[in-house]
């Protein structure tokens, strides 16, 4: 049997191989089909390999029983659903990860179906050396508010990306240094990132530094700094002073 990691990286593999032969096909209402097969992948296969586990998905109706389960799964069949519809745009992914009682997120997988990369909490990359100019990661869509003095205060260059997950892989390569949200969000656009970056040794938690905690009876977890270690104090340091704790 394939371990937990295994496990997410093949079936965020998976659902990325048939969201590509999908958007080569030219569904209609390409964004819609995608989530929907995707989400149908994930959960059958899901069933059959782990069928004593619950699921947690962007997709499906949410079951209350799994807060008192012992091991969720979270998911996001396709994390970027504006981007995977636009013809070229690499920006979008799929997300997997496991959540256990006691342990929270114990594997994870996020593939990047356009690029051929996928990346798992059993084989993470090792981040690159830091440039001498910083670059930090925000949604082109909902930047967060504070996004210009926290740059300013760390004389950093902005840069924007859609898809949660390919702008923590995107950190996770090198190509940015931190990423920035608090425009809100789910645990299903957040979980599986955190778990990759997490055990490739980069800083996770919330815009206020507290954990970034997964399962709860309202998935709501509306913002989230990903960033090198050595970043965090400093990045964190720049969002209380410039207000972004009181949005």
Not at 136 to 151: C, E, I, K, M, N
Not at 190 to 195: D, K, R
Request: charged fraction near 25%; include cysteine; proline fraction near 8%.
């Amino acid at each position: 049997m394939a371990t937990d990691a295994r496990l997410a990286a093949e079936l965020a593999v998976t659902a990325g191989d048939l969201l590509l032969d999908l958007r080569n096909q030219g569904a209609d209402d390409l964004g819609k089909a995608g989530d929907f097969a995707s989400n149908e992948l994930l959960l059958a296969r899901l069933a059959a390999e782990r069928p004593d586990d619950m699921v947690l998905s962007e997709e499906s109706v949410d079951d209350p029983a799994r807060v008192d389960a012992e091991r969720v799964w979270i998911i996001d069949p396709l994390d970027g659903t504006r981007e995977y519809a636009k013809p070229g745009r690499p920006d979008w992914a799929v997300h997997v990860a496991l959540w256990q009682r006691g342990a929270g997120l114990v594997a994870a997988a996020v593939s990047q179906p356009a690029l051929g990369e996928v990346y798992a909490t059993d084989n993470p990359p090792t981040p690159p050396p830091r440039p001498a100019r910083l670059r930090v990661l925000v949604s082109a869509s909902r930047p967060p508010r504070f996004t210009g003095p926290v740059a300013e205060a760390l004389d950093a260059d902005v840069l924007t990306m859609g898809s949660a997950g390919a702008k923590a892989m995107a950190v996770l390569r090198g190509e940015a240094d931190a990423y920035l949200h608090a425009g809100g969000q789910w645990e299903w656009d957040s979980a599986a990132p955190v778990g990759v970056v997490t055990a490739a040794g980069l800083h996770a938690s919330r815009i206020d530094g507290s954990p970034l905690r997964y399962n709860r009876p309202h998935p709501y977890l509306p913002d989230l700094v990903i960033c090198r270690v050595e970043l965090a104090d400093k990045l964190l340091t720049a969002i209380r002073l410039s207000g972004g704790l009181e949005d």
